[in-house]
């Protein structure tokens, strides 16, 4: 399974972005997609994650901030992001998953939030 994410870059504070990942090649349907990102020195977290109903769900940190959506027809999963901050800065991945074996992430795209 192939993530190719975009849309990283530098933004200043109170700013957005819109990250996308598309899945070529797949029942980009029956997956679960998720956004993940890992700052220098620290875990990688869960941003946002979507499923094959539609639900979503957000880590505490961005929750009315950031919306996760998905195109099946695209075979695409997006992140708006909007009133970016500096915790905000991160690597951002993109993550397949049916199950335990079938997990796949991307290769990431650097977001940088300056004052």
């Known amino acids: 399974v192939q993530l190719v994410e975009s849309g990283g870059g530098v933004v200043q504070a109170g700013g957005s972005l819109r990250l996308s990942c598309a899945a070529p090649?797949?029942?980009?349907?029956?997956?679960?997609m998720a956004w993940y990102r890992q700052a220098p020195g620290k875990q990688r977290e869960l941003v946002a994650l979507?499923?094959?109903?539609?639900?979503?769900s957000y880590g505490d940190s961005v929750n009315g901030r950031f919306t996760i959506s998905r195109d099946n027809a695209k075979s695409t999963v997006y992140l708006q992001m909007d009133n970016l901050n500096l915790d905000d800065t991160a690597a951002y991945f993109c993550n397949a998953k049916r199950h335990a074996l079938a997990n796949f992430w991307g290769q990431g795209t650097q977001v940088t939030v300056f004052s």
């Open positions: 090649g797949i029942s980009f349907d029956i997956w679960t």
């Open positions: 979507i499923t094959t109903a539609g639900s979503t």
